[in-house]
């Protein structure tokens, strides 16, 4: 299928053909003609997946410019609502489409609100508008949630059913998300109308993706990643589980002669906004994260995923591990051990099987010198390494490991 075979208006059709698309993603194949129809769609596909231009196709069709606010799209980020925003008005050079969001000065959005078609918002946000009655939703045509499952983690759903019973029933709601648990379910049945599920699922293409894992014990795996990246030459993302554990991977990458630049939770909006420019721009070898990075950003080229800490949910390891190895590309997902991941690894082969992950020979490297030893109070250093299978044999996720 071809773009111009959704269905598109001319106009929209040359925005997009602008952007360098010619053909649409599954998920853009399967919900724009629905979208454009009125339909209330839940679409469910992976981060990157092309999600934006999909329900941005419905929101151009139908906003009329200078008519007031008629389309809220709900994020659960800051940066995901500049990123939306950003996106939409590449798509559209006649709407007003504005960002909300915390972090920032409120004054002037208060006065942007007074004109804005279109409106991408965070959650807590929005409701400080309405409270203040800074914002009016009484003409929306068109309710998205963005990276629904991601709301739902962060906390934010009372607050995103407080904003959409104040909103008019006679309007198009769409939710997209990368999965679709239970209680978005019952979101879908509360507040959307006989919608259509479309599913563009895969996550992760392991055709393209190698996944590795070095059993390590925890002092040494700030040596080991330092050795990594500087013999894997590309970009780089290294996960962390809290902006504490960022904060000194990168100070000690820094004080060692590597390009690291950190991005999470704890930094303004401007140098979040800033340490993305810079990264996409491919002048800092690694971007060190927390999860906030791993869904929903725009971040093209990625090479290499290094999970310094692994995740405790399973559904966060595919996430990370799914910024690389896109659009034919290969990706390598490289995994450090220690004692206190053992127990999340194992979550992950249970509920992932199909993955194979190989266990490589530890390498040889040279002790780099640390800033600040990290203490760990999950961290037992006593204890053996984790070697549930000889070297170069791959998992087939049939290992459950110790609890």
Known sequence: MNIEDLGVSSSLLTAIKNLGIERPTQIQEFSIP????????????????????????????????????????????????????????????????????????????????????????????????????TVNLSGLKILVLDEVDRMLDMGFIESVEKIIRVIPKNRQTLFFSATIPPQIQELTRKYMNNPLKVTAKKLVDEKYLKQVYYDVERHEKLSLLAHLLNEKQG??????????????????????????????????????????????????????????????????????IYNYELPREPKDYVHRIGRTARAGESGTAINLLSTADHESFSRILAEYRTFSIERQQRPHVRRIFTVREQPSRNESFGKQPFRPHRTGQAYSGRYRGRR
């Open 34 to 133: 629905p979208i454009i129809s009125g339909r209330d769609v839940i679409g469910e596909s992976a981060t990157g997946s092309g999600k934006t231009l999909a329900f941005g196709s419905g929101i151009i069709e139908k906003v009329v410019p200078r008519r007031g606010l008629q389309a809220l799209i709900l994020a659960p980020t800051r940066e995901l609502a500049e990123q939306v925003k950003g996106d939409l008005v590449q798509l559209s050079a006649n709407l007003r489409i504005i960002a909300v969001y915390g972090g920032v000065s409120i004054n002037p959005q208060i006065r942007d609100l007074q004109y804005a078609d279109v409106v991408v918002a965070t959650p807590g946000r929005l409701l400080d508008h309405l409270e203040r009655r």
């Open 235 to 304: 970009m780089s993302m290294v996960f962390c589980n809290t902006r504490r554990s960022v904060d000194f991977v990168v100070k000690n990458l820094r004080s060692n002669r590597i390009q690291a630049i950190a991005i999470h939770g704890g930094l303004s909006q401007n140098k979040r906004t800033r340490t993305l420019e810079i990264f996409n721009g491919g002048k800092a070898m690694a971007l060190v994260c927390t999860d906030v990075a791993a869904r929903g950003l725009h971040i093209d080229n990625v090479e290499f």
